[in-house]
């Protein structure tokens, strides 16, 4: 079974530019979330789909944050225009239905760097 | 507020002695608990959860409602142990709630 795919693995930008990241569940989990660790700091929601349906996006930081699943498969999450603080590791994952019993399977990250 | 504390931000152990990551939560009503770790230079993914009661790689974590506790314990540690370990609290919601992690190091 292939896992949750993020692409790219590391991202350079500048502030200001835009930037957009994808995510690839695993097939057949509707659950898809966006996570980000700051420096320092815990892991934090970002936002959670339900297909292609956005079920809680309480943890957006600001409208500069985008995203989508259009089809109900892989996402995208963009920032623009991307501010220095918008640096850290984004993570994705992905879970079926009932996520309280079986946790959630992570994507290995994109690491965001905005110079 | 949704809470989960681990208070120890690094730990450090020598091979073959016992091992506790603490975790605390503050959370209203009745939240699963779940432990995951990131290994270096390989994603985060689910160490144990408390709804199953299961003993993974000889790690166990106990759900203490008086003291709101969910700590992670393994009587002997191995070098393989290291690692960085995130207590996580789910509620009502599908959100995960994270504490800041502890990364455990298990010396020869």
């Known amino acids: 079974e292939a896992g949750v795919t993020q692409f790219p693995s590391h991202s350079v930008i500048e502030k200001g530019q835009t930037v957009t990241l994808r995510c690839d569940p695993i097939s057949g989990h509707d659950n898809l979330y966006w996570y980000r660790r700051v420096m320092g700091k815990e892991i934090k929601f970002l936002l959670h789909?339900?297909?292609?349906?956005?079920?809680?996006e309480s943890g957006m930081p600001n409208n500069r944050f985008l995203a989508e699943r259009t089809g109900g498969t892989y996402s995208t999450l963009k920032v623009q225009p991307a501010e220095l603080e918008d640096s850290g590791v984004y993570f994705c994952?992905?879970?079926?239905?009932?996520?309280?019993?079986?946790?959630?399977?992570f994507g290995s990250g994109t690491r965001l760097t905005v110079v | 507020a949704q809470r989960v504390t681990q208070p120890e931000k690094l730990l450090s152990v020598f091979k073959g002695a016992p091992v506790e990551l603490k975790c605390n939560y503050s959370y209203s009503g009745s939240p699963e608990l779940f432990w995951y770790v990131q290994y270096s230079r390989q994603r985060l993914q689910l160490l144990l959860r408390?709804?199953s009661r299961e003993s993974i790689k000889g790690f166990t974590a106990d759900l203490n409602k008086g003291e709101t506790s969910f700590h992670l314990k393994k009587p002997f540690a191995q070098e393989e142990d290291s690692a960085m370990y995130y207590c996580?609290?789910?509620?009502?919601?599908?959100?995960?709630?994270f504490g800041k992690g502890t990364k455990l190091t298990v010396n020869p």
């Open positions: 789909f339900v297909k292609e349906s956005k079920q809680d």
């Open positions: 408390h709804i």
């Open positions: 996580a609290a789910q509620g009502g919601s599908e959100k995960l709630v």
């Open positions: 994952a992905s879970s079926q239905l009932d996520s309280r019993r079986g946790g959630y399977t």
